[in-house]
């Protein structure tokens, strides 16, 4: 989105796909979406897996969603998922629970998503951060805000100027905190 100045680290663990129409015979195709070449010093991936600051990781993510469980809680969910033998936590950031009024953004408390990458980089996992600004998820209105359906002009999921602006809003908002906490900057995130 305009205004927004940072590189998203995306990485696709698909190795074949589908073939030529009608043989139903795989194509490698492992340089699909290659690493940014400023990623690759920090996060990579071959036909054996992803690297991570040099280091061959296996990922394993565990789904875990801040905004379904209090803040006091955070770390024991977290500390049980590593247990459990996961290494990372997926998470989406449902935009109408950080910008339920319009221009009205919390990003503190149970919302702070900071907070939450910084505890997840303490315990040592990673974070695969999905933006949206759309997730369905089992989430009130796919995690759009309401104020977006009250607006008799916004057209949401589509090319709509008044749409588009208000993502751009909450993404200025949103991206930073992600940005900040990429593993080039020596955070968590390995994936948006």
């Given amino acids: 989105m305009k205004n927004i100045l940072f590189t998203i680290l995306l990485l696709i663990t698909i190795k074949y796909v589908s073939g030529q129409p009608g043989t139903g015979t795989p194509s490698r195709n492992d340089h699909i979406f290659p690493?940014?070449?400023?990623?690759?010093?920090?996060?990579d991936y071959d036909a054996s897996g992803f690297l991570i600051n040099g280091k061959r990781v296996f990922i394993?993510?565990?789904?875990?969603?801040?905004?379904?469980?209090?803040?006091?809680?955070w770390h024991d969910r977290l500390l049980r998922l590593k247990r459990a033998?996961?290494?990372?936590?997926e998470m989406y950031t449902f935009w109408n629970f950080?910008?339920?009024?319009?221009?009205?953004?919390?990003?503190?408390?149970?919302?702070?998503?900071?907070a939450f990458l910084k505890m997840i980089k303490a315990m040592g996992m990673y974070a695969i951060v999905r933006v949206g600004p759309y997730y369905c998820g089992e989430w009130n209105l796919g995690?759009?805000?309401?104020?977006?359906?009250?607006?008799?002009?916004?057209?949401?999921?589509?090319?709509?100027?008044?749409?588009?602006a208000a993502v751009d809003k909450y993404f200025e908002?949103?991206?930073?905190?992600?940005?900040?906490?990429?593993?080039?900057?020596?955070?968590?995130v390995i994936m948006v």
């Fill in 98 to 114: 950080h910008e339920p009024k319009e221009g009205q953004f919390n990003f503190t408390g149970d919302h702070d998503l900071n």
């Fill in 85 to 89: 033998g996961f290494n990372a936590i």
């Fill in 35 to 43: 690493s940014a070449p400023k990623a690759k010093r920090f996060i």
């Fill in 143 to 164: 995690g759009f805000p309401i104020w977006l359906k009250i607006n008799p002009q916004m057209r949401v999921r589509e090319d709509n100027p008044q749409f588009l």
């Fill in 60 to 73: 394993a993510s565990a789904g875990m969603e801040y905004a379904r469980v209090p803040r006091a809680l």
């Fill in 173 to 188: 908002r949103l991206m930073p905190i992600v940005a900040r906490n990429q593993v080039d900057h020596g955070g968590p």
